[in-house]
């Protein structure tokens, strides 16, 4: 059976959605279209936490970005073989786009841009093709394969080239070494002090749990579906698990490793940016608020909600496993 019609316009108000509307109409077919150079991976929080790979591609002489959803994105383990649903194809600026699409509007939900880079089609055939993923993040080959059906495709790693991940942090959470009036600083950020308990999200492909800090207890029975949330990350993070059983929810407020990369000797400022382009907030998962220099404000704001008080964190801190001085907690 051939795949259905689809069509990007037809699903989206643009007086509504930030979404770029199309230049062109119609989809064009992968296995024959000329290939472009650009390839964009986004994360969408609709429904459900899935992802979007898009392939820069023409149609007749405007560059449009043929699309695959894939529900866990792309593998990055030989043998796993990944389903890959071919959607409408999108505008080229759909690439640089990230937000929020509201709510009662098609795949209303936060987008984050996942990965982006340049690509090169090594095969293109009808129903196939292998492509190679310069990225950021991403970096081998993989195959796209249409099943028999015509409807659903499958995505296989055919050579990963980002080369062997360095070793898990998997020591004890850092906490603050001491405790402080309210203070202004530029230097340092702030956040709200969280009630629950602490515990690294361990995001890994190889490696998927919760470990609770304060006993290594894994803390992954009873919490399927926020362990579901995290498979797709590949990162460990630091972070607060609260909730009644079977609803549990996990704010991360650091993050200690990412594809394959140790970021614990890089600054609190940086993994604090990676952390926010990471994590796409929605359902079970999401990240802490963190304001730098206003530590007055955001402790106010927080005994406003009820909370017990604030963490600073030093701006230029390396993450140190146990209580450091450059984390200081404040209540007033």
Known sequence: MAEQPRDYAA????????????????????????????????????????????????????????SWAVPKNL?????????????EDHPFEYGGFSGSIPAGNYGAGEVRIFDSGTYELTEQSPGKLTFRLMGRRMKGVWHLIQTKGGKDWLVILRAWEGGPPEPLPTGPVMVPGRISDAFDDPGWAFEPRLEGRRALAVCEYRTTGLLFSDSQENAVSGMEKLHERLVALNAVMDGVISGSPGSESFVAVDLLYLDGRDLTEEPYSRRRELLEKSVV???LLGSSTSIPGSGMAVLKAAKG?????????KLDSTYQPGPSDDWVEIHG
């Open 11 to 66: 699903k989206r108000s643009f007086d509504e959605t930030p979404e770029p509307p199309p230049e062109v109409s119609g989809d064009v077919d992968p296995g024959a279209a000329v290939p472009g150079k650009s390839f964009v991976i986004h994360q969408h929080h609709a429904r459900r936490l899935h992802f979007d790979l898009r392939l820069e591609m023409f149609n007749g002489r405007t560059p449009v970005l043929v």
């Open 75 to 87: 593998p990055i383990e030989k043998g796993v073989r990944a389903l890959a649903v071919h959607v």
């Open 281 to 283: 907030p929605g359902g």
């Open 305 to 313: 909600l009820g909370l017990s008080g604030v963490i600073a964190k």
